[in-house]
């Protein structure tokens, strides 16, 4: 087990890709803390891992102080966290920038950006004062290039993998080391809307050079290699896993959606 008593948090962690992740790290003898801010989930993951060492939080990464509240309860139960994965965030509605709304802008920055560093901070400070820890964060592949209907999630993706390269120079001194992750489209997660049209999964599949959209559990191995002893070197890295989709997009989401295919 590559995971035995180490503490692993991760932040949307009730459902979808967080979910999948809290439940690998458990399988390889973690103890795993998640927060998320839907109630219901956060009770039915309970319910689910009922009796394995987990924690659950109904919590928002917007909120500094809830944040500062999930640490201070996983402190109490393990005494330290040695893996910080921030999974949580949002898209902005997929439409021209022109017609983005300043609502829908200020949030995806507010969750993206801004929530992500705080839960990063936060447990920054915890981590620099026990001297050891990890931190992975989800960029984004459209984080590298940008793309049509996609502005404020790309800036704030981008931004998150400069905050991953920029607190490694600062944090790694304290042993204390980041990277981020840049998933191209995956086949569950916040696409799970999408992928229950054949035609949008087609679409996607086409726009990557593999000729597929990422499985969640190829997701989750890269998640687990990256927390693992085996990959501490790698630090402020952002790793793209996009199936060879960078650099080649010869139509955009938005554009295939206007159009009616």
């Not at 690998?24 to 003898?29: M, T």
């Not at 501490?232 to 199936?243: R, S, V």
């Amino acid at each position: 087990m590559r995971f035995k008593d180490k503490i692993v948090f991760i932040t949307g962690g009730a459902k979808g890709l967080g979910k999948a992740t809290a439940k690998a790290f458990l399988e390889e003898g973690a103890c795993v803390a998640i927060s998320d801010i839907h109630k219901e989930a956060v009770s039915k993951f309970n319910e689910e891992f009922q009796g394995k060492p987990v924690l659950a939080f109904e919590a928002d990464i917007t909120n500094y102080e809830e944040m500062e509240g999930a640490l201070e309860k996983t402190i109490a139960k393990w005494g330290r966290v040695d893996v910080l994965f921030n999974n949580a965030g949002i898209v902005n509605p997929l439409i021209p920038s022109e017609k983005m709304k300043k609502v829908d802008f200020d949030k995806t920055i507010d969750v993206n950006l801004k929530g992500t560093f705080y839960v990063t901070q936060i447990f920054g400070k915890k981590m620099i004062e026990q001297k050891s820890g990890r931190i992975i964060s989800v960029a984004s592949q459209v984080a590298l290039f940008g793309e049509k209907g996609f502005l404020p999630y790309s800036i704030s993706k981008s931004a998150v993998m400069l905050m991953t390269r920029s607190l490694a120079y600062e944090w790694s001194r304290h042993g204390v080391t980041l990277c981020a992750i840049a998933p191209g489209f995956i086949k569950g997660g916040m696409n799970e809307g999408l992928v229950k049209k054949e035609i949008f999964v087609d679409y996607l599949s086409k726009r990557t050079p593999i000729g597929r959209m990422a499985k969640v559990e190829e997701f989750v191995s890269c998640i687990l290699f990256l927390a693992s002893e085996g990959a501490q070197y790698i630090n402020g890295e952002t790793i793209t896993m996009d199936g060879g989709m960078t650099g080649y997009t010869p139509e955009s989401l938005v554009d295939f959606i206007t159009k009616g295919k």
